[in-house]
């Protein structure tokens, strides 16, 4: 399922600097994953991003298990952009029970995000997320590639992700 895109709706002017973003990424190979509590993984993952003319990007992250294809990870949300500038924003909501917001700074076609605000269910694994990093750069050859890192409970932060997408549309 994809975020809703009109092809008619025009870009809103404030996204224009983030229009490399724009459409369908499909890992070009598996990416690589490792968390505290968990062996290290492998895992295929799609991304889209849309919009609908207003100042905001849709987002959806769908990742699976390289292996046996079962769903793994998804996230959804927002990237809003601060008008006159090159601070944005995530606001994503994730299938883990966890909710974040993260800012950045994008600097030409690298975005770098931090943790600004983190929210879980009352119920939600532990050990818990204390901190989250991400970086999306577009590579000269036109490949974009992701890296995460978190800090869990009293721990540093550390690589979590690591993967690289083609544009499939």
């Known amino acids: 399922?994809?975020?809703?895109?009109?092809?008619?709706?025009?870009l809103n002017p404030a996204l224009l600097p983030l229009d490399w973003l724009l459409g369908v990424w499909e890992?070009?190979?598996p990416?690589?994953?490792?968390?505290?509590?968990?062996?290290?993984?492998?895992?295929?993952?799609t991304l889209h991003f849309s919009h609908v003319g207003q100042p905001i990007i849709n987002f959806m992250f769908n990742a699976f298990h390289a292996?046996?294809?079962?769903?793994?990870?998804r996230e959804c949300g927002f990237i809003r952009m601060q008008p006159g500038g090159n601070r944005v924003a995530f606001i994503i909501a994730?299938?883990?029970?966890?909710?974040e917001i993260e800012e950045g700074d994008l600097t030409g076609q690298c975005l770098?995000?931090?943790?600004?605000?983190?929210?879980?269910?009352?119920?939600?694994?532990?050990?818990?997320?204390?901190?989250?990093?991400r970086v999306f750069q577009l590579?000269?050859?036109?490949?974009?590639?992701q890296t995460v890192s978190m800090a869990m409970e009293g721990g540093p932060l550390m690589q979590h992700?690591?993967?690289?997408?083609?544009?499939s549309s």
């Open 1 to 10: 399922m994809a975020c809703p895109f009109h092809q008619s709706a025009e």
């Open 94 to 99: 994730q299938n883990s029970g966890l909710v």
């Open 27 to 29: 890992s070009d190979e």
């Open 31 to 45: 990416g690589e994953g490792s968390f505290s509590s968990i062996p290290p993984f492998r895992y295929t993952e």
């Open 67 to 73: 292996e046996n294809k079962k769903p793994m990870h």
């Open 112 to 133: 770098t995000l931090h943790t600004h605000a983190l929210a879980r269910t009352s119920f939600a694994k532990e050990p818990h997320v204390q901190q989250i990093s």
């Open 161 to 167: 992700l690591h993967i690289t997408y083609r544009r």
């Open 139 to 145: 590579r000269p050859e036109g490949k974009l590639e």
